[in-house]
DNA sequence: CGCCGAATCAACCGAATGGTTGATGGGGCG
DNA sequence: CGCCCCATCAACCATTCGGTTGATTCGGCG
């Protein structure tokens, strides 16, 4: 039996979820085996912080859990790829447990950061449900479980790395996500126009751009940085 | 007995919908009413056309649907939106029949555009199962069942003359968002670089922006458009 | 019918942006 | 020390963008 501490703020997916795991389609045939065997969700958390103290409370009752299902994005509080950095560096008086990050976008940078982090696998949520329970037990025997496309991505990733902004460009792509002219963005910078355009020239090749709007959108795709608040 | 189609294009969403519909984890106190009783998931489909596919088969079996519970955003084939106006209308030989969307975004645009489809209401996927259940049931006698998030966007609206774009408008500032240059927006729309150009002026001046980089940092701000997708 | 707003287009102008070449100085690293 | 990357700046040029004026068509509305 596979004790599961479930992680997703969406109350619909927890117990989707819960019902995909614990009741298997089909069951399985002939006599119970290590590759079969059951899956029992025995807590759920709505972020990463409660997830944290959760399996922090099952594991000073003695009530082990085997592995951690684990979204990556989380409305508010602690986000996904934190809260498994925590787990598996055993923070906040937890022992290390496997997670298995289970998300919906296949984005790089989410990918990077969730096995950077040190999750055991990466699916996604749109997968059938006896991928994700044969996930669930590699997961937990400590093997890696990844989507085929998650898996696909990397191999991408490897032939063609993603290049590098310097801290500086990052800096310059915030400012020019709110709407700065290049003018502007010089003055704001301490810098001459003519060094914003050099620098903007290096983002776009190292994005594969041409222009400020689509550096700006891929930049935030890709998670470099993000919207600016209101 | 309230009769439920279920349409979204992910298996773990819809297995945590039909746990949350049909096992309510409070079961009703005294006898059963009209405002308590039982919701059966007793279809499912994973895009737009299935799910208009579906429905008529279902009618043509005399196996009636009381409600059709629509995602929105669907990985490919139809989308919700479409989804549901063919289904108000009646088009592709099904009966009308209420419409309930349940999403994950609460961006003006999609609520819009799933009202303006002639949905029943608009919930968001964080809700509690109490509340998802008492919007089926809202919607399946003919209410109207939105959630509070969305209903204070619409009141909100209200307040603010929020100034409108016209779906024109929206269209450009979408198209705007991928990076494209005023020709290629031009080429994309089938009309001339300068009808861009007078579009542009009238989306700056409503936003109160003078360019399109601070056009689209506004618009996603204020949830007129989404980061598109990578 | 006349009015108005939305959508379309044209022509024009100045300003901003993009793209290039080339140059300087400072750090880090073998 | 030499090499390379980063950040800085200059000058130049073509393209694009922002903004204006003016015009046409079409549909809705009083």
Chains 1, 2 share one sequence.
Request: glycine share 8%; no cysteine; hydrophobic share 45%.
């Amino acid at each position: 039996m596979i004790r599961v501490l479930l992680v997703d703020d969406h109350p619909v997916v927890r117990a989707g979820l819960k019902a995909m795991l614990e009741d298997p389609a089909i069951p399985s045939e002939g006599p119970a085996s290590d590759d079969t065997q059951g899956i029992r969700v025995v807590a759920e958390a709505s972020d990463g912080a409660a997830a944290l103290e959760e399996l922090r409370r099952r594991q000073t009752l003695g009530e082990d859990i085997d592995l951690v299902l684990m979204d990556l994005q989380m409305g508010d509080g602690m986000d996904g790829a934190t809260a498994t950095r925590k787990i598996r560096q055993g923070e906040g008086g937890v022992r290390p447990v496997p997670v298995l990050v289970l998300t919906t976008y296949d984005s790089d940078s989410d990918i990077l950061s969730a096995l950077e982090a040190g999750a055991s696998g990466y699916m996604l949520k749109d997968a059938e449900s006896e991928r994700i329970r044969s996930a669930v037990r590699a997961a937990a025997a400590g093997e890696t479980a990844l989507a085929p496309e998650v898996a696909a991505r990397l191999v991408g990733r490897l032939r063609n790395p993603v290049p590098q902004l310097s801290a500086r460009e990052v800096e310059i792509l915030e400012l020019l996500a709110t709407g700065l002219s290049n003018r502007a963005l010089a003055r704001a910078l301490f810098i001459s126009e003519a060094t914003v355009k050099t620098h903007l020239v290096h983002i776009y090749a190292k994005l594969g751009v041409d222009n400020r709007t689509a550096a700006i959108t891929t930049a935030v795709q890709q998670k470099i940085i993000r919207v600016p608040d209101a």
